[in-house]
């Protein structure tokens, strides 16, 4: 499947978007039956599908992201939880503005991801 996400990400790039949609969609429903609809590589393709056909700047992409890096928290994979919250809050950030309610959220979302690392003085910092 590894393999799939690869040429579908290709696929996007060269402007091939619909073709790129309906092969993430099929992927995800593969994903769906075999891994079931909580497994974090679904809720991952369901991440790629988003960027996919709304774009990763897109309100619900970034939902989408803040999402996942809260699954990945909750599964212990702190590294993938810090960086796809880190990614969702600077994209959050460049389209939102620093003002928007959502970042404040994303902000929290960062802040328990560090602190459960053990990274509290950071958590701290970004708590601020």
């Given amino acids: ?3 799939l996400v690869f ?15 309906q ?4 992927a995800l429903e593969l994903k ?5 609809k909580e497994h974090p ?22 939902t989408n992201m803040n999402n996942l890096a ?7 994979k702190y590294d993938e ?3 796809m919250q880190r990614q969702a ?6 389209v939102l503005g620093n003002e928007h309610p959502y970042i404040l959220g994303s902000m929290n979302n960062l802040a328990c991801v560090l602190r459960n690392q053990g990274k509290y003085d950071e958590a701290e910092q970004v708590s601020r």
């Fill in 7 to 21: 040429v579908l990400d290709r696929q996007g790039k060269q402007g091939k978007y619909d073709e790129a949609e």
């Fill in 32 to 36: 769906k039956a075999v891994l079931g």
């Fill in 70 to 76: 809260g699954v990945l928290d909750r599964q212990g």
């Fill in 81 to 83: 939880a810090e960086q």
């Fill in 41 to 62: 590589s679904t809720f991952t393709n369901m991440n790629n599908l988003a960027q996919a056909v709304l774009g990763k700047e897109h309100p619900f992409t970034l």
């Fill in 89 to 94: 809050l600077q994209l959050s950030q460049a």
């Fill in 23 to 26: 092969m993430y969609r099929q």
């Fill in 1 to 3: 499947m590894n393999n």
